[in-house]
């Protein structure tokens, strides 16, 4: 995947959080505390999954933490030093 930079990746972790994982009616912006919006188990599996499609990458199992993963402005930013540092 070429040169991705940080709204790029914001804009597709929100569209397929607003598409794939949460009601349509809900309003998930890039603060928004993914958890507290009904996250589980189940969507961060799927949410990894993308992750891993999208951006050829795996998120270290020691990253996957409610701090990493509390909204899609900490993901993207994960995701960005991950992507500049491989």
Known sequence: MGEMGFD???SALLGFLKNEIFDPGMEI???THLIAAGLDSFSLL???VFIEKTFGMRIPEAEINEDRMFSVKTIAGLIDE???TT
Do not use: G, K, N, S
Request: hydrophobic content about 50%; proline content about 0%; charged content about 40%.
């Open 46 to 48: 799927r949410l990894l």
């Open 8 to 10: 790029e990746i914001e």
């Open 29 to 31: 912006r890039a603060d």
């Open 82 to 84: 991950l992507l500049q």
